[in-house]
């Protein structure tokens, strides 16, 4: 037997379903959404146009007895098994569903109406109760939001799709005033002639945007049937240019942010006549802090959230190069986990100095992105040593006092360099918490290497041991 049909037959539904992380519903809640959604668009159409017919019946209620039992097996297999948190702890789930608000409109989503084919024959609004399971859509918004990476671009198709739809109603009830005045009857009543569904929705298009253009109506009925598409495609077609300006704004506030950002720096340098060079360099690094970190501050997103979830993330950013710093061997691995949540991202461009020599050190860096170079000689032009992603120095003058702190040696970003940054004060507010690890950082800094420099020993020497 296949490995794949094996793994089939043994799969085992589970008994609890968390539908926050559990891709598999997210799944389901599509086939649900989609079941909604045949009802949601296509009740209408069935209701205003001639496509059902006596030879394609069986199809549509093919489909539609599909969408029921998926909407049957959501009510009894998947909503009782999603997890519910009370009080820290998850209860009895079947319970918890049947007493929400969900149940009820999922019990009234499958409310038989059907029965009435028998003496009204198969007419669609009888279906209408299926329009009652319309949290599924909200909930299954909720999920495909947290899932994407880029939420607004659902969020601009979810909102364009609010504004198709009510084209579709629209085209769907002048159909049904076209026939009930009569095909053709008059100049204003679409004439029966071409495609129905698409001239009746170009009609709806220039009714509900407000194109104008079209045929002044005559008959009373058709007199009010215009006034109340121009009143419902004025608020209609408001509210969802509202909606869109929101979720553009909400998509570039960041840029935005960026862009006020800049320009109030640019306004405040060209006031104090700042030098031009100056000026291009501040400016270069506002876009380049930008483009490669989405945001000119990891802090102010970090600062939102739980100090545990901020620790997790820089745990699993981090920790994997701080570990092997010997200057922290030993250490209680809390601490160095609280110390993580400590380290500053800074952005150094092409030439910048890191640090320089006789510089007081109160800073340990890791290098995130990119390179830093060790220079000398009597133009600083000499280099010593080049120094790579994943690499630590300074970490002996977070512990150096009086003059033994100074730095030893001239640093310098060979390109854009991302640094993330430990103060000496921040670890020293987190040593007070760890008296076992304040002992152990003496003995420690004896054996610290800073840096592993890749070149001759004769040149290291007189030159170097960064602090």
Sequence with gaps: MPDWLRSILAYRFPSSIDP??????VFWLFLVVAAWNWNVWLIPVRWAFPYQTEENLH?????????????????????????????????????????????KMDVISLFPMEIFYYFTGVNS??????????????????????????????????TSSYLLYSLHINACLFY???????????????????????????????TLITIGGLPDPTTVFEIFFQLINYFVGV????????????????????????????????????????????????????????????????????????????????VDVNYSIVSKVALFQGCDRQMVFDMLTRLKSVVFLPGDFVCKKGEIGREMYIIKQGEVQVVGGPDLATVFVTIRAGSVFGEISLLAGGGGN??????????FANLMILDKKDLAEILVHYPESQKLLPGNQSHSTLIEFECPAYLLRPHLQVR
């Design 406 to 415: 100074r730095r030893t040696a001239n640093v310098k970003a060979h390109g």
């Design 59 to 103: 199809l549509w209620l093919l489909a539609d007895y599909s969408c029921d039992f998926i909407y049957i097996l959501d009510i009894l297999v998947f909503q009782p098994r999603l997890q519910f948190v009370r009080a820290g702890d998850i209860v009895d789930m079947r319970e918890h569903y049947m007493t929400t608000e969900r149940f």
């Design 20 to 25: 926050f992380t559990d891709l598999i519903y």
């Design 176 to 206: 049904w005033g076209s026939d009930y005045e009569g095909l053709g009857s008059t100049k204003w009543v679409y004439n029966g002639k071409g495609n129905a569904y698409i001239r009746c929705y170009y009609f709806a298009v220039k």
């Design 235 to 314: 608020f209609a077609f408001s509210i969802m240019i509202g909606q869109m300006r929101d979720v553009v704004g909400a998509a570039t506030a960041g840029e935005n942010y960026y862009r006020a950002c800049m320009d109030s720096t640019s306004k405040y340098m060209t006031s104090y006549n700042i030098p031009r060079d100056v000026q291009n360099r501040i400016k270069t690094w506002y876009d380049y802090t930008w483009m490669s970190q989405g945001m000119l501050d990891e802090q102010e997103l970090l600062i939102q959230l739980p100090i545990k979830m901020r620790q997790d993330i820089a």
């Design 125 to 158: 609004l009888l279906r209408f109760p299926r329009l009652f399971k319309y949290m599924v859509f909200s909930e299954f918004n909720d999920r495909m939001e947290a899932v994407m990476k880029k939420a607004y671009i659902y969020r601009v198709i979810r």
